[in-house]
Every structure is written in structure tokens, then in C-alpha cells.
């Protein structure tokens, strides 16, 4: 049989029914699978903070010392026996599933409270402690997600063991690798259905490293160490030619087939089918993933693969990223200096906690566009301009929309975009062209972004589905 690892979105966790109808209970043998699960949808925002919004969680109000992360605590504690509520009918089970949760939050909050305790003396700093904080809350909520899971299963026949690598117990890490050499070594697969925490304890410190995509990490590991015959990958979601929420779920469609290049310029903009760093693993390891639609189980999703070429000149996917920070610096004195400059800006960046979504640059100036808190960038803002008091900085709000495809043609590629945002009533900033044939990005005002989104898909992806049809038919 053919084995797999596969990991569970946080969306789709939340709607358990369709879980286990559509992906658990649907093979007649439910064995030779591996599952890695993410925490359910919402918690590990309310646990850490709002990734999309930004809004503080209960590790970003310890962080700011507010009082109130104990009352953001107990919300997440309510929230998950809610969950509870709603996943189990079995008094006896709920019992048991309530009771671990409440374990783990309560240990978190002792321990929270000793440390801020702890810190209040001149000798012990905060700051130090924080990654560690970070690390053992973002735990809590894939430990409930996994051993709710497996309680589950298991009322319904299958063999389901909870596999906690998230180290609540453990005092001396080991690496990622050998934490799940270790544990798997122990396991039939064959017989017994693995359900395991997106979180793993370790040297590397997962969430130092990889921030929220440590579930995917876990994943990817799994797949590699243990050599999978595949991963699958379900979403809430298709893979699609655009976001259907801008374009129109009449008007999108799966990409099908796509490779590990069109992977990458996706996680470029936050659009991550996978992590980076989770599918560099599988490459090497030449393990296809499949992404797949948890609510259409009988539809086959879009295959990752290294080695997929298409036949034509396809874009396969637009894709953005709005609200998209560009820091401009020019420079005359820069001429011949802008490798030190831009050694210097990316320390400050660094410091600073913001992604890098893209730099351009010429003889004098420089652009990063850049992701994060207002707070964040504000603070970038001000410690560029005071190391480069003589410069001209600019800051503003743009959009970042990439043409991509696994073999473009970008020349072609970048007129005909041109032409449809302009035709479109959208005038791009800038204008860039990928060397390796996978992407061409357009830069527009943030206000822009849905339609020129709408204006690219229609020029790439719609006429070209149409064409298609209509040779189908002639055919």
C-alpha cells in the first residue's frame, strides 16, 4: 500500500465532521497514514497573536507586561472546552478530553506567573525568556487539536495513538530529527494511526526558526525521516488560479499540476502552499506533496513535484500580497556604496521583527518591500532615517502581485500585464521580471490590489481556460 504523512489545516480542523468523513473514516483501510494536525482555527492566533491583524495574543501581552494575559489565558481555555463541547457526546470522554486540556493550561499558567515573578528582580531579564514562553504556548494548542483527535478516532474503530512531540515533560532537547527517529521507531504504521502534534520540541527551537510555519516543518520531517510515499497536504481550500474571494469562486479553478519553483515564489509573498524550508526538504528527498480540498474529497487537488514541466507557455496562478510596506532610500553619496548600505539595512530590518518580501535597486537608491506590525515598520522607518540622516527615506502602503507559472515566457509575460492593468485603470510602480521564467511581479497602490488581481486573472488565467474549452469542443 501506498504510505503517506499528511497534515491537517487549522480551518479544517474546526469543521471535525468533514474531517472524518472526508479524509479519515474514507479508505476502507485507514492505516499506513501519518497525520500531523494543526492546532483548530483561531487558537494559536489567541495563544500568540493575530497573524493577519496583528492583534496580541496572550504571549504578545506578556511580552508588553499587561496584566491581562492571564484573562486572554482563561478565554483560550474556554474556547478549547467549547470545542470540546461540540466534539464529544460522550460524557466520559469529554471528561477526559476537558481534563488534559485544563492540565496544559494550568501548568502554562503557573509557570507564567513564576517567571514574571522571577523577573521582577534586576538579575533576571524578561527578554531572555520570551522565545521560551513563545515556544511552550504555541505547543498547547496542537497538543489539544492531536489528542482530541485521537480520543476521537478511536471511538469509532480505528487504532489512533496521540504522539506528542511537544516536550511538556522533556528537560533536555534533542533535534528535530532525532526526536522523531526516536519516536516513530516504535510505531507500526500499519496497525496503529499516528496523530501528531504540529509542534515539536527541539534544539532548533522550531518557532525561533520558522515562526507559524513550525506545524509544516513537523511535516515535511516526518515525510523525509520515515520516506513517505507521499504528502498530502488538506486545506480549507484549493490550490487555485486566484483568491476567490477577489476574483469569484465561478471564475477560479485548481492548478492540477505545478512544481517546487511556483511552491516558492508563492511562500515569497505569504501565499504558502508550503514552507520554504518544508518543501526543500521534500525536494531533496523527491517526495511529491499533494494539496488537497478537505471539503472535496473525490477532487484530486494539485500535485507539487520537482520534475513537472508544461507542455506550453502557461501562467498557472496570480497571486498578491496587499498592505505591503516600501521603504525607499536614495542617496547620491551611494553610488558605488550600495552593497554597504544594504548590509546595513538589512541588520536594521532584522532588528526590527518585519519580513522581507522583495528588494530593487540601482546605481544611488534602494527599495525593500517588507511585511509586519505598523509598530514595527514605524519603528524600521525611524532608525533608518536617523543612520541615514543625509538620505531621502520614503515609506508607503503598496501591493505586490506576481504572474506565475512553472515556464514563462516573461517578456511577453510583463506586456501583456502592462497592458491589462493600464486598460484597467491601474497605473504599476514598478515592474519586475524573473530571470528563472517562473514569475513577473507587478507593484501597485495598495488600493489597487483587487483589481488589478481580477484585471490579471481575467487576461492570463480566464481567456486561456476559455481558448481551451472551446478547442476542447472543436476537438
Known sequence: MTYTVEKIGGTSMTAFDAVLDNIFLRPQNPYNRVFVVSAYGGI???????????????????AKRDDSWDEALEY?????????EHLF????????????????????KTCISNILETCQYGQFSLRRYLPQVREFLSSIGEAHSAFNTALKLKTVG????????SGWDNQTPRTLDETITDVFKDIDVTTELPIVTGYAYCKEGLMGTYDRGYSEMTFSRIASLTNADLAIIHKEYHLSSADPRVVGTDKVFPIGRTNYDVADQLASLGMEAIHPNAAAGLRESDIEIQIKNTF???????????????????????????????LHLFDQAMVGQVDNVGYELM???????????????NANSITYYLGGSTDNLNKLLYKAEKRYPNASIKGRMVALISVIGSQ????????????????????????HASMRNVNVQFVVSDQ??????????????????????????VA
Open 76 to 84: 483560550v481555555k474556554n474556547r478549547m472546552l467549547l470545542t470540546n
Open 448 to 473: 489597487d490590489y483587487q483589481n488589478a488581481i481580477r484585471a490579471l486573472h481575467h487576461e492570463f488565467c480566464e481567456n486561456t481556460a476559455t481558448t481551451q474549452v472551446k478547442t476542447e469542443q
Open 296 to 326: 472535496e474529497p473525490e477532487h484530486k487537488g494539485t500535485l507539487i513535484s520537482s520534475d513537472y514541466q508544461p507542455e506550453t507557455n502557461k501562467v498557472e496562478i496570480i497571486a498578491g500580497k496587499e498592505k505591503v510596506f516600501a
Open 158 to 165: 480505528i487504532n489512533a495513538k496521540f504522539v506528542d512531540l
Open 408 to 431: 514563462i515566457d516573461t517578456n511577453k509575460a510583463l506586456a501583456k500585464g502592462v497592458l491589462s492593468l493600464m486598460n484597467n485603470d491601474v497605473t504599476p510602480v514598478a515592474l
Open 89 to 108: 457526546i460522550d460524557p466520559l470522554n469529554r471528561l477526559r478530553a476537558d481534563k488534559f486540556i485544563c492540565s496544559r493550561i494550568d501548568e502554562a
Open 347 to 361: 541588520e536594521i530590518i532584522s532588528d526590527a521583527q518585519v519580513s522581507l518580501i522583495g528588494k530593487e535597486m
Open 44 to 62: 494559536t492566533d489567541s495563544l500568540l497573536e493575530c497573524k493577519k491583524t496583528g492583534k496580541p495574543g496572550v504571549y504578545k501581552l506578556i
